[in-house]
C-alpha cells in the first residue's frame, strides 16, 4: 500500500473543530483512503472512508482533495473522547486485508 | 449489537506454556482477523479468516501461533510455547465480507510472558 503523512500531534479544546490532515502524494486510483482511530488500551475503531468525494458520517467529515493526493478528517466540536492517535491509511479493496498503520496523528483534547 | 468480544482481557504466563485467546466476532460478520499490537512493530497481521477459511497469515508467525475458526461465530489463537517476546496486545477484528476493510475491534488480550 502506497504511503500515507501525517503530522505527529494535534492540540484542541474541547468545542473546537479539528482538522486532521493526511498526504497520500502517491495513491493509486484504486486505493480508498481510511481513517482509523485508537485510544490506550482499547482496540483500533474505524471512522470513515473515502475514495473521490467527500464524505460524512456520525463522526466525522473527510474531505478529499480533487487530486486524491491529500485529504482531510475533520472532527466537528471535540470532546474529551475524541482525544486518540488517528491513523490515515490507504486500502486497495482488491488487495491484502490487512491493516498496516504508521505513527498517525495524536490528538490531545483539553477542557 | 454485541461488538467483539475477547477473552482474557489479561493474560501472564510463564515461558514455555500454552496459551489459548478466544473471540467472538461480531453476528453475521464473515471475515475475522488476529493482529499483534506493540509499541516498537506496531499492528501485525498473524491470521485472517473469510467464512472460515483461512485467507492469509503472517508468515513469521506461523511457527508457534496457530488461529483456528472452529465455527462462523467463535476463534482461538493459539501460542505454544510462549516466549517473552511474545508479550504484546493481541487484537481481534471482524469484517462484513465484501468490504473488508472496515474492521470492528475486540479490545484486546494483554498477554504477559515472564
Known amino acids: 500500500d502506497a504511503k500515507t503523512t501525517q503530522p505527529d500531534s494535534m492540540e484542541s479544546t474541547e468545542g473546537e473543530t479539528v482538522h486532521l490532515p493526511c498526504s497520500h502524494a502517491t495513491i493509486s486510483g484504486n486505493e480508498y483512503i481510511y481513517w482509523y482511530r485508537q485510544v490506550p488500551l482499547q482496540g483500533p475503531e474505524y471512522v470513515t472512508h473515502?475514495?473521490?468525494q467527500n464524505t460524512t458520517n456520525s463522526m466525522a467529515f473527510l474531505a478529499i482533495a480533487s487530486d486524491r493526493k491529500s485529504s482531510t478528517l475533520i472532527l466537528p466540536h471535540v470532546s474529551l473522547r475524541d482525544a486518540a492517535v488517528y491513523h490515515c491509511i490507504l486500502m486497495n479493496q482488491g488487495g491484502s486485508a490487512k491493516l498496516i498503520f504508521g505513527e498517525g496523528t495524536k490528538l490531545t483534547v483539553s477542557s | 449489537d454485541a461488538g467483539v468480544t475477547q477473552t482474557p482481557r489479561h493474560e501472564v504466563a510463564e515461558k514455555g506454556q500454552t496459551i489459548i485467546l478466544k473471540c467472538e466476532p461480531v453476528?453475521?460478520?464473515?471475515?475475522l482477523f488476529w493482529y499483534r499490537q506493540t509499541k516498537i512493530q506496531g499492528l501485525e497481521l498473524l491470521s485472517y479468516f473469510r467464512s472460515k477459511s483461512l485467507m492469509e497469515d503472517g508468515g513469521a508467525f506461523k511457527d508457534r501461533f496457530k488461529a483456528e475458526m472452529l465455527n462462523s461465530s467463535f476463534s482461538t489463537l493459539k501460542i505454544q510455547p510462549t516466549e517473552p517476546k511474545d508479550s504484546a496486545v493481541y487484537l481481534c477484528?471482524?469484517?462484513?465480507?465484501?468490504?473488508?476493510?472496515?474492521?470492528?475491534f475486540g479490545p484486546g488480550t494483554r498477554l504477559t510472558v515472564l
Open positions: 453476528s453475521g460478520h464473515n471475515d
Open positions: 477484528a471482524s469484517s462484513f465480507g465484501g468490504n473488508y476493510a472496515e474492521q470492528f
Open positions: 473515502g475514495l473521490q
